[in-house]
C-alpha cells in the first residue's frame, strides 16, 4: 500500500466512493463532506500541490479541471453553481499533501470561505 492515502486510492488500495475516473484521473467523493455535494478530484500521478503539478505538467491540471467541471454535470451542481477549491500549502490548511480540487455545491456558500480573522 503506498504511504500517500490519495496514491492508495487512485490505486485502487484504499476504499473510496469513486463518483469518474479517466485515465489520469480519478473522482471520489469526500470522507468528511463540508457540502451536500462534495467530490475530491485528484491526478492518478502523485504531485504534491497544485503547484507543483502546474510547474510540471499543465496538461494534467487541466484534466482535472475538465473532471471538476464533469463531476459537477454528474451530481446536479453543474447549473446552480459549484466551488472549485485546491488548498496549497500550509496557511490554507491542506492536510493531504497530493494535489487535490475540492469540487463542492448543493446549496448556497458563503463568502469569504474563512471566519473573518
Ligand atoms: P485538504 O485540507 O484540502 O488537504 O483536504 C483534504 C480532504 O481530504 C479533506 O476534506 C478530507 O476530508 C479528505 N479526505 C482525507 N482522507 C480521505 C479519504 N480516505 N477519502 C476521502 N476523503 C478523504
Ligand atoms: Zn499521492
Redesign the pocket.
Known amino acids: 500500500m503506498p504511504e500517500c492515502?490519495f496514491c492508495a486510492?487512485a490505486a485502487g488500495e484504499?476504499a473510496?466512493t469513486r463518483v469518474l475516473e479517466t485515465a489520469r484521473t480519478v473522482a471520489?467523493?469526500?470522507?468528511?463532506p463540508?457540502a451536500p455535494s462534495h467530490v475530491?478530484v485528484i491526478p492518478k500521478a502523485h504531485h504534491r500541490d497544485v503547484a507543483a503539478l502546474a510547474e510540471v505538467d499543465g496538461g494534467l491540471l487541466a484534466e482535472v479541471l475538465a473532471q471538476a467541471h464533469a463531476v459537477a454535470q454528474a451530481d446536479g451542481i453543474a447549473r446552480t453553481g459549484y466551488r472549485v477549491?485546491f488548498?496549497t500549502g500550509n496557511h490554507?490548511?491542506?492536510?493531504?499533501p497530493h494535489v487535490?480540487a475540492?469540487v463542492l455545491g448543493g446549496k448556497r456558500m458563503g463568502w469569504p470561505p474563512w471566519p473573518p480573522a
Open positions: 492515502v486510492i484504499a473510496a471520489f467523493r469526500d470522507i468528511n463540508q475530491l477549491v488548498n490554507a490548511g491542506q492536510t493531504v487535490h475540492h
